[in-house]
């Protein structure tokens, strides 16, 4: 806000955006210039019907797949976003939910707190000397390889956008494809977008393809994996573990296959919610929407 009202921009500051009516949303919209928003408004072709003045949209976050960038472009409006203020955040929390995972800490904590002191349910695994599989190496990918490494991981890489090379390059063993690394990995971690060809990347085949003793990993978008294979392959056994903190409908509903699956840890799309993260990205933001309409510069 500090950033827009220095330059002298008048803001309408709306944090209950989401849940107006419709035509209260539309009418604001309206009136606006440009919009900042993070990723529970979803920006439909509908909103975008009659754009009114807009001009531009700023996503405070990475994933665009909240806006209908088509609808927008169809109507001259700009759409930025900030992609790397919250990098290390969303890495760190894939970091955080693969040790809650091999610690069983949740668990281990929730019997805590109910009164018991239970040891022998809660055997662990280590991370040094295990294998993670990483698919998505672009900044909170590379980030995520970065601290396993730390850990003594063996690191295996694959992108189809990055050369054998610069997997090799970054200090990852190029795994040749997703289905090929699927047998050898302890932990897989997708950080890739949800679009069309990625829908449903991990699957019921993929999952029977693991380890039975692997865990996988989703903080990047609710939709690539299939929730109702991996709560089937959680209740088999046929996979040991799941850590995830995006679902394909948010909120997540209360009957979403995962809640009651066994050996998960669920987060309510917590990666990019640390204070830290939270600036990075707002005032990224606020910076790209007073050049855009005091200087006329477009950014990412
Ligand atoms: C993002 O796309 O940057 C993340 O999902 C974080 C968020 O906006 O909440």
Redesign the pocket.
């Known amino acids: 806000l500090e950033v827009l009202q220095k330059a002298g921009l008048e803001i309408d500051n709306c944090p209950t955006f989401k849940d107006l009516p419709k035509p209260e949303q539309k009418s604001r919209i309206r009136a606006a210039d440009a919009m900042i928003c ?3 408004p979803k920006v439909t072709a509908e909103l975008l019907e009659e754009p009114g003045k807009l001009r531009a949209i700023a ?8 806006i209908d960038t088509a609808a927008a472009t169809r109507k001259g409006i700009v759409v930025m ?2 992609p790397g ?2 990098t290390v955040s ?1 890495a760190e929390h894939t970091i955080a939910l693969m040790f809650a995972l091999a610690r069983q800490i949740p668990a281990a904590d929730a019997t805590m707190k109910a009164g018991g002191w239970d040891r022998k349910k809660f055997m662990g695994t280590e991370l040094t000397g295990k294998t993670l599989g990483i698919v998505g190496l672009g900044r909170i990918g590379q980030e995520v390889a970065k601290r396993a490494k730390g850990l003594g991981m063996e690191v295996v890489g694959f992108d189809p956008f990055v050369a054998s090379a610069k997997v090799a390059e970054l200090g990852m063993t190029p795994g040749a494809n997703l289905e090929a690394m699927l047998p050898v990995v302890d932990f897989l971690t997708l950080h890739i977008p949800l679009t069309p060809e990625t829908k449903g990347v991990v699957g019921a085949k993929q999952l029977a393809s693991m380890k039975k003793t692997a865990r996988v990993l989703n903080v ?2 609710g939709g690539i994996i299939d929730e109702a294979a991996l709560a089937e392959a959680l209740k088999a056994g046929t996979i040991a573990g799941a850590g995830i903190d ?1 679902f394909s409908t948010e909120p997540a509903p209360a009957d979403n296959p995962l809640r009651g699956a066994p050996n998960v840890v669920l987060t309510p ?1 917590l ?3 640390t204070s830290e ?1 939270q600036e990075n ?1 707002a005032l990224e933001a606020a910076g790209l929407i007073r050049d855009f309409l005091q200087k006329g510069i477009v950014a990412n």
């Open positions: 993070r990723s529970q996503r405070a976050g990475v994933g665009v797949d909240t976003n900030t203020g919250n969303a990047a978008r995006v799309h990666g990019a919610s993260a990205v």
